[in-house]
């Protein structure tokens, strides 16, 4: 494993800037997701990295060797594609081997043996080792391209939505085995999601993405707390923060013209609170119920505290704890 | 609009048995997701209603008319499919109308119809564009637009938005649901995405292996569900679930677990000793010294809000929800204990929830 330096990368497509100016590192041993929507530029960086692409301007460095202009199988990088693309014809034993396999390795087949068998170990997958690739369920397959990945030690893992194709259980389990095993290897990760909760639960840092820039980068902590803009604000929480003009409440900085509200900094009281607002709906999520309100005309969604017996047309009132305030640029405004 | 009743549906593929005796009815104006993972028959179940395939055995009734052998385009339905197939060529306003022309509707007509249907849809300003430069959020648009347009007597929806990514798709579970809203249309809908499915159903019918298991409002499925697999399946994390073995009497407020009593809802059935199961949602666990299970905390995962805290047991490795303002040290013993009131339990053997005063509140069936 070794750090990674993406310095100054900037990558267009014609009239698309798809990267511009981005600069991070992945410290050795650590986890780095990159979070945005499709068309943010996540996919392009992480390709950037691989020698897939060539960055127009900046560069790549790869365990303080400058790599910018070498070729993807010199970079000693290993990819893992959202889309499992197995051998089918090959056992997963095989499959696994493979990369081992090229003859520029020269791994003694005692060696590879025993490397696939470990890591089929910490996938649960030992007991398929002879099965044919095509014999298995999605998430099992998913296991073995993630495995394929695992059997070299290369100098940094990227991983491009690997877990977007399965269902939300076993993304869940996923989740939870992919932290414990980078954790157990020290394994440094650049990882490309548009799940928030894929972002928080694993990540050592986020890095929010939007337009080719990278926004902010942080732990998932700081993210959620500290957001430096009302875009970064919005990327996590579930629900969503409510963005409210500045308007509708009094005694904010002066400079506020955007009040971002999570459901923590919202106390919903039956009646003397700063502001009055309607119920429009309760939505039960199962864990979670989402209570929707009508704030004047805008949408204000909090979690319900289920002991409340709220229902639709009821009002109830609204006070601000501590709420983040956004200038008119959306910038945070500190208070 | 209309009623959809679908009674003792059986579809085999030769030796595969892919839906067993599914019964079902769909109120007019109802919102029914048919949820499952892959695999359960949830897309040959809707496919039988559509009249893409052939039951084997069973009836389908549509506004009450047996519907069970007419062709596809005898039922007047609509159906929204996965992958939206847009006609590139076309632009958006003749990929809407596409339908109406088939079936011999005049132009003035088709134009007045369209036009609606992009109000609907909030797509108006999109109707002499190119379908080829739209993005997947507006195309899924235009998709339904080619569905609703013709006023079927039901939707029919094959996890329409199984392609779109996180944001976009919780945008369009809103704007779907407000939908059915504003048109009242019979929808039954396919998806493996129980977030989906609680956000948007007025029922759920929960799938596996062919069979339906239960069919009820999301919050009865969520907070009473009739068995081990849909307890399971439904809930994220899912619901822990500890084994244990003791004998039931009717009135029963306590099992037996381990060394200690633990309260549950009163038990309205009696069971000889047999292998149990309590089950424990991950919100219904709570952090006490005094608690009645004692275990390592193994680690927890931040969700801004809440936390997931994962504890090492005797009983397996349980998952708690719990506000983020608490800190968890990893190896630290702690003692857990569950809210009482809302406890399942069931029969290991069959996966069936025991009948218990918990389930009297709903409409369980």
Redesign the interface.
């Known amino acids: 494993m070794a750090e990674v330096e993406i310095r100054a990368v900037s990558k267009a497509f014609g009239q698309t800037r798809a990267v511009s100016e981005l600069s991070l590192t992945v410290s050795d041993g650590e986890f780095v997701a990159l979070l945005g929507?499709?068309g943010a530029g996540k996919t392009t960086t992480l390709r950037l990295v691989a020698g897939l692409e060539t960055p127009d301007s900046g560069s790549i460095r790869i365990g303080g060797r400058d790599m910018t202009g070498d070729a993807p199988a010199d970079r000693d990088v290993a990819f893992v594609f959202q889309q499992y693309s197995l051998y089918p014809h090959l056992t997963v034993f095989e499959n696994m081997a493979f990369a081992l396999r090229a003859p520029i390795r020269r791994v003694p087949e005692a060696e590879i043996r025993a490397k696939v068998h470990e890591v089929a170990r910490m996938l649960h997958i030992e007991t398929k080792l002879d099965n044919k690739a095509t014999q298995l369920s999605?998430g099992q397959m998913q296991r073995v391209a993630i495995g394929r990945a695992l059997v070299r030690s290369p100098s940094i893992y990227l991983m491009d939505e690997p877990l977007s194709s399965l269902?939300?259980?076993l993304r869940?389990e996923m989740?939870?085995e992919l932290k414990r095993i980078q954790t157990d290897l020290g394994a440094t990760i650049l990882y490309v999601t548009?799940?928030?909760?894929e972002a928080?639960?694993m990540a050592s840092r986020i890095g929010v993405i939007e337009a080719g820039r990278l926004m902010q980068i942080g732990t998932?902590?700081e993210i959620?707390e500290n957001p430096v803009n009302a875009y970064v604000a919005a990327r996590?929480?579930?629900p969503a923060i409510n963005l409210l003009p500045a308007g509708l409440f009094a005694g904010l900085p002066p400079a506020a013209k955007t009040i971002g509200a999570?459901?923590?900094h919202l106390t919903i009281v039956r009646g003397g609170g700063d502001v009055a607002a309607t119920v429009t709906r309760i939505?039960?999520?199962?864990?979670q119920s989402h209570l929707h309100l009508d704030l004047g005309g805008l949408p204000v969604v909090t979690?319900s505290d289920p002991e409340a017996n709220l229902g639709a047309g009821d009002v109830v009132s609204l006070c601000l704890n501590k709420p983040l305030f956004f200038d008119a640029a959306g910038g945070r405004v500190a208070v | 609009m209309a009623q959809i009743r679908v009674e003792a549906l059986n579809k085999s593929f030769g030796t595969f048995h892919a839906v067993k005796t599914a019964s079902f009815t769909v109120e007019d104006g109802q919102f029914l997701c048919l949820l499952g993972p892959s695999g359960c028959g949830k897309t040959t179940t809707l496919r039988m209603i559509a009249g893409l395939e052939l039951p084997t055995a069973g009836t389908i009734r549509l506004g009450g008319e047996d519907v069970t052998m007419n062709r596809a385009s005898e039922r007047d339905i609509a159906f929204v499919f996965q992958l939206f197939a847009l006609y590139p060529h076309l632009n958006v306003r003749r990929n809407i109308g596409f339908p109406l022309k088939c079936e011999g509707i005049n132009a003035a007509e088709r134009e007045r119809r369209v036009e609606e249907a992009a109000r609907i849809l909030r797509i108006s300003h999109l109707l002499d564009r190119s379908v080829s430069g739209l993005a997947g959020g507006d195309r899924q648009r235009v998709a339904l637009g080619r569905a609703i347009v013709r006023k079927p007597k039901c939707f029919l929806m094959d996890e329409p938005l199984g392609a779109l990514d996180t944001e976009m798709r919780e945008a369009m579970i809103r704007e779907l649901r407000a939908l059915h809203d504003r048109l009242g249309a019979t929808t039954v809908y396919v998806t493996h995405d129980q977030l989906e499915a609680m956000a948007m159903a007025d029922r759920i019918a929960v799938m596996n292996h062919g069979v339906v298991e239960q069919v009820a409002s999301p919050r009865d499925i969520y907070d009473r569900p009739a068995s081990l697999f849909v307890a399971d399946f439904i809930g994220s994390p899912p619901m822990n679930f500890l084994p244990f073995r003791d004998s039931l009497q009717a009135g029963a407020r306590t099992v037996r677990l381990g060394e200690r009593d633990v309260a549950i809802p009163a038990v309205r059935e009696a069971l000889p000793e047999s292998d149990l199961v309590l089950g424990v949602r991950p919100e219904h666990v709570r952090f006490t010294d005094q608690g009645m299970v004692r275990g390592e905390v193994y680690g927890s995962e931040y969700l801004g809000t809440t936390q997931i805290v994962t504890v090492t047991t005797r009983y397996g490795a349980l998952k708690a929800r719990s506000p983020a303002s608490i800190s968890f040290r990893t190896g630290e013993n702690i003692g857990l204990d569950f809210r009482p009131d809302t406890l399942s339990i069931f029969d290991k053997q069959s996966g069936r929830a025991i009948r218990t005063a918990l389930y009297e509140g709903g409409a369980h069936g």
């Open positions: 929507p499709t999605g269902d939300a259980k869940g989740r939870l548009h799940d928030q909760t928080m639960t998932p902590r959620y996590l929480g579930q999570r459901t923590e939505e039960h999520l199962g864990d979690l």
